[in-house]
């Protein structure tokens, strides 16, 4: 408590200097991260690090990022698949005083080199799968270096001689002196309304946010996380800072499949675990007592909002609290409400197996929230139980879009910015999540909500994932709910009309779909469902 409360007053602390920090309050042999895959290019022989064994990696990589060029303030890309050495990256990459663009390595080819243009990246980190998305031709053009990732090497391409060795620099460097508001990272959005948007943090917002968690968050030695959120996304960027200063042990997974995630639990001794909903989905659709998951204390989910129906089988595995081998507590489920723009929980619910409020509850700010309202176009506060625009206003806001100010424009409103939610807040202070606002159904002369009518019908037996969206039909305008059921389900429509009369009786007409098969539903960089697409699809 007392290393904790040291942190969290730490005026000096930045971006670049927490892993010195966190040394020299855990040791350097305190052992930090696990991870799967090769990390070889990184001169990492095992699969694991000790603070001490972290910070002569992150140094080398510091000084090989200043040998191929890099300046304060350069923008470098990471572009590849999911693994530890995405945050390792990021790490060296702050601490010589460039400024981090991780990057989903999902995106197209077209997008990527779209995205480096828009950030203006001197620099790029991609692996194999990545390389040969990108024209070589226009980034040397633009005179960009890509740094190919291989599996034992690190190799800057378009050099007619071989390049410097990562193994050559020393592990000894000074971390650049960061101060509060200096730019540190550029995350990008999951473009669910159109081309992924450039998120600018400075090292305040990020360490605001590390310092926030340590608060309210169960994090300490005796416990090891699972981060198997995306690796790129600013949840896991920043979550690594706070893991440095929590002394919190993690487990950096490499693509496993959610059987293999749940294998890792048992085997690396997992009590707390990160993901993104679309994990959790998958990891519901599976047989949970074929797994040993006793260890699980609590299951933390970021990105998007989680259903009761999935929330209520996690939690009725593991045990937040036992006593003599005897669960008195069930595990318990923290969903975080927020954006990369937030940069921090703006609201958070925890849930056990006996929780009861659902029906879209996301929970209340914390102490460490930004401040949370339900205005209308003008920014004005509504009065409770009203649907409306959710603002926020904090010091872990970010600074910007990267040369889009124009994003900005009305939804940015003294220090307040709407994050294109609609929510309610009752007179108890609980808030709802509606929907997005681009994602309102205008049918019958009423707005309709989608989430509501997601959330009652992943309640029935066999139902895998729902999807709400409007069509045009005509010169109506209908919700259409498309339903994806299990391979061995058994459902009728009938039962889904009788549900959805019975729970939302003022629902009006709608179209509806029942599939075996969901993927052809177009879905984003982080695993959302990009109704924007499927709407289009189903015109006509």
């Known amino acids: ?220 030695r005796n416990n090891r996380i699972l981060l198997a959120s995306p690796a790129n996304h600013h949840i896991t960027q920043a979550g690594i800072i706070t893991n440095l200063i929590a002394g919190l042990p993690a487990y950096i997974p490499a693509g496993e499949t959610p059987e293999e995630l749940l294998a890792l639990i048992p085997r690396e001794r997992i009590s707390l675990m990160l993901a993104f909903p679309d994990i959790y989905t998958d990891i519901c659709a599976l047989d949970l007592s074929r797994y040993d998951l006793s ?102 806001l970010f600074k910007g879009y990267w040369n889009a100010h124009d994003r900005l424009h009305g939804v940015h409103m003294d220090g307040w910015w709407w994050t294109g939610d609609v929510a309610l807040k009752d007179k108890r202070g609980r808030f709802y999540h509606l929907d997005r606002e681009v994602d309102v159904i205008h049918a019958g002369g009423a707005r309709v909500f989608s989430l509501p009518i997601e959330e009652v019908l992943l309640k029935l037996p066999g139902v895998y994932e729902v999807v709400v969206v409007s069509q045009q039909q005509g010169e109506r305008t209908l919700p259409c709910i498309i339903i994806q059921t299990g391979a061995d389900a058994q459902i009728s429509e009938k039962v889904i009309r009788q549900s959805l009369q019975q729970e939302l009786p003022h629902l009006p007409e709608y179209n509806l779909r029942l599939i075996d098969d969901c993927s052809a539903i177009p879905r984003g960089l982080t695993g959302k469902i990009l109704k924007r697409e499927l709407r289009a699809m189903l015109v006509g």
């Open 295 to 396: 260890g699980i204390k609590v299951w933390m989910a970021g990105g998007d909002s989680s259903h009761e129906a999935h929330i209520r089988k996690l939690t009725s595995a593991g045990a937040f609290f036992r006593v003599f081998g005897k669960r008195l507590l069930s595990s318990a489920y923290i969903e975080f409400f927020g954006t990369s723009e937030v940069g921090f929980a703006a609201l958070m619910k925890v849930s056990f197996s006996f929780t009861k409020r659902f029906q879209r509850y996301v929970g209340k700010p914390t102490i460490c929230s930004p401040k949370v309202k339900i205005a209308d176009a003008e920014g004005n506060l509504l009065p409770a139980n009203t649907p409306g625009r959710l603002m926020v206003k904090g010091p872990t």
């Open 1 to 220: 408590m007392i290393t904790r409360l040291q942190f969290i007053f730490d005026k000096t602390l930045t971006a670049a200097n927490a892993l010195d920090k966190s040394i020299a309050a855990y040791g350097a042999d305190f052992e930090i991260l696990r991870f799967s895959g090769n990390q070889k290019h990184l001169g990492i022989a095992g699969n694991s690090l000790t603070l001490g064994e972290l910070r002569s990696v992150v140094n080398r990589l510091s000084n090989y990022l200043r040998v191929i060029g890099v300046e304060r303030f350069n923008r470098v890309g990471v572009c590849k698949s999911g693994a530890v050495d995405y945050l390792i990256l990021t790490l060296a990459i702050l601490r010589c005083g460039a400024i981090s663009v991780p990057i989903n390595g999902g995106i197209s080819g077209e997008n990527l080199q779209k995205y480096l243009d828009y950030t203006g990246c001197s620099h790029v980190f991609v692996d194999s799968a990545t390389v040969v998305k990108i024209s070589l031709a226009a980034i040397a053009e633009k005179r960009q270096r890509v740094i190919e990732i291989k599996a034992e090497s690190l190799n800057v391409l378009g050099q007619d001689h071989e390049g410097p060795r990562l193994l050559d620099q020393s592990p000894e460097f000074t971390p650049v002196a960061i101060h509060d508001h200096d730019d540190v990272m550029i995350v990008h959005t999951s473009g669910t309304t159109g081309f992924p948007k450039g998120v600018l943090h400075g090292s305040h917002s990020i360490i605001r946010a590390a310092k926030g968690q340590l608060k309210i968050q169960p994090l300490t």
